[in-house]
């Protein structure tokens, strides 16, 4: 049913120029830069620092996306929070032209696993759009379990998960006893080629920002052009989730480094780490 997101998704990062400001044009460079090479595209995840956009500014970034978006490929919105009347506020303002929401787990107020439940379950019933499960315990302080991921796909609303916990045997049991047409998505880009093996649809990838091609390789049963993403992946986390990838699109002429506080831009360090890198990733 939802076969458009199969395959490899991007998690766009959102360019800032030096003010700290929306950087439009380099937004348009990056979506130059994907749309070839994925199947979709996410805006306003964590990986475009969703957490320090204002509502106004997450609404920007997705117009634009909306009307600059080279191949018309279909668009999902990040929307989550701990506080579910406030995501159910305003899931009702999203505009036309999103195919489905990514919605993350609550985080800081660290539900049980029915609260969870019941969170989704809410949001879900007062969608217009269909929703995506996102797990990422390293960041939410609470994992959606497997029995948690089965029970929620049995909602007509709710058509996926991606999933980065890390545990491939969670994976697996959702795998099992999920519904057919339940899309798990790999949210871990070393963890893909795994969770490909084990029947996933596809990946939610960060590091497909600077290398998207790798990831076309890959869904085609290529592994070795992968393999070269190895040694940078790491990198990418070394100071936390945007700032080594937007790091990586600097040296590559592709838009700019800044980041949002409590954030900073890569360390001279990181930067040289991720310079000697790119020199062994083929293009």
């Given amino acids: 049913m939802f076969d458009e997101l ?7 990062i959102t360019p800032f120029n030096d003010n700290g400001e929306l950087d439009f044009n380099g937004l348009k460079s990056l979506l130059s830069h994907v749309s070839s090479f994925v199947d979709y595209l ?9 957490a320090t956009l204002s509502l106004k500014e997450t609404t920007q970034v997705l117009n634009f996306v909306i009307d600059n978006n080279p191949n018309k490929l279909p668009i999902v919105f990040g929307m989550g929070g701990n506080n579910t009347q406030s995501v159910l506020d305003n899931i009702t303002n999203i505009p036309t032209g999103v195919t489905a929401i990514l919605s993350a787990s609550p985080a800081y107020n660290k539900p049980s696993q029915a609260g969870i439940i019941k969170h989704f379950e809410i949001i879900a019933d007062r969608s217009h759009l269909p929703i995506l499960l996102y797990n990422v315990p390293g960041r939410t302080a609470s994992n959606l379990t497997s029995e948690t991921t089965i029970a929620l796909s049995r909602h ?13 045997v969670q994976a697996m049991y959702i795998k099992k006893d999920k519904p057919e047409d339940f899309l798990l998505i790999s949210g871990d880009d ?6 490909l093996a084990i029947g996933a649809s596809g990946v939610i990838s960060v590091l497909a920002n600077a290398f998207p091609s790798h990831f076309q390789y890959l869904k085609s049963g290529g592994s070795e052009r992968f393999l070269e993403l190895l040694d940078i992946n790491s990198l990418m986390y070394e100071e936390s989730n945007p700032v080594g990838i937007k790091e990586v699109l600097y040296q590559m002429n592709i838009c700019g480094n800044q980041v949002r506080l409590p954030l900073l831009k890569a360390s001279k360090a990181l930067s040289d780490k991720i310079q000697k890198e790119i020199t062994s990733i083929s293009s």
């Fill in 6 to 12: 199969k395959g490899v998704g991007v998690a766009l």
């Fill in 156 to 168: 007509s609303n709710i058509i996926g998960i991606k999933e980065a916990s890390g545990d491939i």
């Fill in 42 to 50: 996410v805006v306003c995840g964590t990986t475009g620092e969703a």
């Fill in 190 to 195: 070393l963890l893909t080629p795994a969770l």
